[in-house]
């Protein structure tokens, strides 16, 4: 049985800092950007947040030709990887 992957965009691989930020507790935290589309990314983080809490998402660019990503997302997903670190889906609700 092949697997289908149904996304409507495709993802890009990342690995950079993220910083997220809590709009609601004003707590920022760091954690790594894992992959990237157009409607979403993946960040992983230290401690779970629970789902459907608004975020801000920024990532820094390397490049001087690409400019960092500033988004305000949700989170529809918090999955625990290992002990100790944990993947949050966030869905990119507006470009900042």
């Known amino acids: 049985m092949l697997y289908e992957d149904k996304r409507r965009f495709m993802r890009m691989m990342v690995n950079a800092e993220a910083k997220i930020s809590i709009l609601e507790q004003q707590i920022t935290l760091t954690g790594r950007c ?4 157009a409607t979403g990314l993946s960040v ?3 401690e779970p947040l629970e789902v459907e809490t608004v975020v801000d998402a920024h990532i820094n660019s390397t490049s001087a030709s690409i400019p960092p990503l500033n988004a305000h997302t949700k989170i529809v997903r918090c999955t625990q990887e290992e002990e100790g670190q ?10 900042n």
């Not at 894992?34 to 589309?37: A, E, K, R």
């Open 34 to 37: 894992i992959d990237l589309s």
């Open 44 to 46: 992983a983080v230290e």
């Open 86 to 95: 944990y993947i949050l889906g966030l869905e990119i609700i507006q470009f």
